[in-house]
């Protein structure tokens, strides 16, 4: 895959360059958020290595960009700052994973595989429940032929739900699906099925993210069409 690095620690950016060549990618790397930007765009790559704070243009600039363009290159995003609002802003402009400094050469590995093979399995798989359609390459959602954006982690909210029509999942399946390992306040996940709520169903007057009392969340289609 080719890979491209924004770092402008010169050391840092070399010693992943290496890391990222012995597993047999196509790296470059810029060292500042202007050219950074303009190589993600002009450049076929897979994979986008960033740091958060970068000369020029800062990494949530670049990521705001990037998605404003429909770009779905995989972004992991590197950063010193850890604290969980830092995490939160930096995945709901778009990036795919989120790597607090400083970290292990064989974690950061581990995590760019990661996600490689979870955009491989999503590449060309289009999810549909009733008139909500989700096209996991591109990470499209429309209902009823109208577009809905959605922040990254409501994306991925959706997906899980959809991609497991009828099945109930537990808030605790839906943090560890969505969140993973990052450290998130208790009641993340029905926040962000509220928020998702007022742009999936408040529009329509067939609801199709349900709550299960006790249970968790589930996306289905109408008893009606199920039993048609």
């Known amino acids: ?89 930096g995945l709901e402009t778009g990036a795919d994973d989120y790597l607090p400094k400083p970290f292990d050469i064989g974690e950061f590995l581990a995590r760019v595989h990661a996600l490689i093979r979870r955009e491989r399995v999503n590449r060309t798989r289009t999810i549909r429940v009733a008139d909500l359609e989700i096209d996991t390459r591109t990470r499209r959602v429309s209902r009823a032929g109208r577009e809905i954006h959605l922040t990254y982690k409501e994306y991925l909210l959706l997906e899980a739900l959809a991609a497991q029509e009828g099945v109930i999942l537990s808030r605790d399946t839906i943090q560890e699906r969505v969140w993973q390992d990052e450290e998130s306040y208790s009641n993340v996940v029905d926040v962000c099925v509220g928020q998702l709520r007022k742009k999936v169903d408040a529009a329509f007057d067939v609801k199709l993210i349900q709550t299960v009392r006790g249970f968790g969340y589930r996306v289905s289609r109408p008893m009606e069409e199920l039993a048609s």
């Open 1 to 89: 895959m080719r890979v491209l690095i924004i770092e402008d620690e010169a050391a840092l950016a070399k010693g992943l360059k290496r890391g990222l060549e012995q597993a047999h990618h196509d790296v470059e790397i810029a060292t500042d958020g202007v050219s950074g930007l303009q190589r993600a765009l002009n450049g076929d790559f897979g994979l986008l290595v960033m740091d958060l704070m970068l000369p020029g243009i800062d990494g949530l600039r670049i990521c705001e960009e990037l998605r404003a363009r429909r770009r779905t290159v995989l972004i992991l995003m590197l950063t010193a700052r850890g604290s969980i609002g830092d995490r939160i802003k």
